[in-house]
């Protein structure tokens, strides 16, 4: 061992040392029963003829992360975690191509392992992992595919299964909140949202937008808007008829500005605090660009003046450790917009190192279905016009 001094990468040497290696055992073994066994001039013998696993990167179906596709939905809750695509752009109001998102984010996330040095996780030995695919959303048609999104997100929830939306437009903030408010009960959630802007108007263009999801999650009584905290806020792009419902409803925002002058600690506290405040579980809405556009160019409304990634990042991982998160949802990637890649990229980051946070909290994998998740559903919707 080295003489180095204790520091983060020493510690992340000796994690890797403690990990099993059961789970990519088994998927060598399943490669080669199901791929064959590969051609005869081939030395490794762990390597199929038809790839079935991990390697090569660039090969395979584009689940998230190369997980399994599950096709029969009614066996989520076999599962730790779901991922679930919404193709959902009909609530963009200036540049579409976030239905493409789910797409752009599980092709990149192939580049991945499941293993994170710094963490010493390994999501493939220690999570049972499923991309059960995508809604079908309705073109053109905001509320009935917010019907299906929620109906979707009320099944995982409901199974046990965290589930883990790629978006999609940030309109499905509120269906996918609701579908996690019908099996609440009388519990209550509190919603931490990263983003530039406030997304918080009754209505845009006379309809349900990706601009409106925070007014409406927050007229469900599940959801109390004391507890929608609002981190990256600010720039050009803010309509002052949302910032009339922030200060009507007294939801709690920080700038980047004010993240940056009170420190990432101060501002994870403060969001622990606010969005836990009576509450009895955590949504995390991440729209990626609260993130500086020069890192995410592949966004419906790029803002400059976002936080950092690595700022990001360390905002998710102090939340994410410190709170009871019930499900997260990565919104507004566009890959018509992108380049090389670099905003579905930072979407899979932000997804894997979520899970690896709930697993080094203790989160994943459930030993049980948590005792906010009720069978029963209830109507949640409050009155629209």
């Not at 437009?169 to 269906?175: K, L, Q, T, V, Y």
Request: net charge negative; with cysteine; charged share 25%.
């Amino acid at each position: 061992m080295s003489n180095q001094p204790e520091n983060e990468a020493q510690r992340a040497l000796e994690k890797e040392q403690q990990l099993s290696l059961t789970g990519w055992q088994q998927e060598v073994q399943d490669g080669l029963n199901y791929g064959l066994e590969a051609a005869d001039s081939i030395k490794d013998r762990t390597i199929s003829t038809f790839s079935r696993g991990e390697l090569p990167h660039y090969a395979g179906i584009n689940t998230f992360l190369k997980a399994p596709y599950l096709e029969d939905v009614n066996k989520v809750g076999n599962y730790d975690v779901a991922i679930v695509g919404v193709p959902h752009d009909s609530g963009t109001t200036y540049r579409p191509g976030t239905r493409f998102g789910p797409q752009g984010i599980r092709r990149i996330s192939a580049l991945y392992t499941p293993y994170n040095f710094e963490l010493g996780v390994d999501l493939r030995e220690q999570i049972k992992l499923c991309d059960v695919g995508d809604i079908f959303t309705i073109p053109g048609n905001n509320e009935k595919s917010f019907d299906q999104i929620s109906k979707g997100i009320a099944h995982i929830f409901k199974s046990g299964a965290f589930p883990i939306i790629l978006g999609g437009d940030h309109s499905i903030g509120f269906p996918t909140v609701r579908g996690v408010c019908r099996h609440l009960g009388d519990k209550k959630i509190g919603i931490i949202h990263f983003d530039r802007h406030v997304d918080t108007q009754e209505t845009d263009l006379d309809e349900r937008m990706h601009t409106c999801p925070w007014f409406h999650a927050t007229n469900m009584k599940n959801a109390p808007a004391k507890n929608l905290v609002q981190l990256g806020i600010g720039g050009w792009q803010v309509p002052r008829q949302g910032v009339k419902v922030c200060r009507e409803r007294a939801t709690n925002i920080l700038t980047v500005t004010d993240i940056t002058e009170m420190g990432l600690d101060a501002a994870a506290d403060f969001a622990i605090e606010k969005a836990t405040d009576g509450t009895d579980c955590v949504w995390i809405s991440f729209d990626i660009d609260c993130i500086d556009a020069g890192f995410v160019p592949g966004t419906g409304w790029p803002e400059p003046g976002g936080l950092l990634p690595r700022e990001a990042l360390y905002l998710l991982k102090k939340i994410v450790q410190n709170t009871t998160v019930c499900g997260i949802e990565v919104v507004e990637v566009s890959p018509p917009y992108d380049v090389s890649d670099m905003t579905s990229l930072m979407a899979t980051r932000v997804i894997c190192d979520t899970m690896a946070h709930l697993v080094v909290s203790g989160q994943l994998p459930r030993q049980q279905k948590p005792d906010y998740i009720y069978e029963e559903s209830q109507v949640v919707d409050e009155p629209w016009s």
